[in-house]
């Protein structure tokens, strides 16, 4: 099995920064996208930031100009700088990624959730 581990949430003020980062462990042939989903209390879950094998980059528009998505292919590791955060920025953010896993054909995973908050 494949399974991903988040880590760097955290309360911050408006205008701070954090960085999450996600880590794959298993069975993994090959990873295809890595990304980012939050999803704020009462609404759906959003894509926030995706990253391909080949490093196109794709991002809401919410957050487009103050998120960085990268990734460390050797590591399977995809992380997100968030800088000038907003409070509309709280939400719980989910890790996300598939791919090609050792005998067993396709997958996709979610992480456990990592929860921001960004006061005001």
């Known amino acids: 099995q494949v399974h991903l581990v988040e880590s760097g949430g955290g309360l911050v003020q408006a205008g701070g920064s954090l960085r999450l980062s996600c880590a794959a462990s298993g069975s993994i042939f090959s990873m295809n996208a890595m990304g980012w989903y939050r999803q704020a209390p009462g609404k759906q879950r959003e894509l926030v930031a995706a990253i391909t094998s080949a490093g196109s980059t794709n991002y809401a528009d919410s957050v487009k100009g103050r998120f960085t998505i990268s990734r460390d292919y050797a590591k399977n590791t995809v992380s997100l700088q968030m800088n000038m955060l907003k409070p509309e920025d709280t939400a719980v953010y989910y890790c996300?990624?598939?791919?090609?896993?050792?005998?067993?054909?396709?997958?996709?995973?979610w992480g456990q959730g990592t929860l921001v908050t960004v006061s005001s």
């Open positions: 996300n990624a598939h791919g090609l896993q050792d005998g067993y054909g396709q997958f996709e995973v």
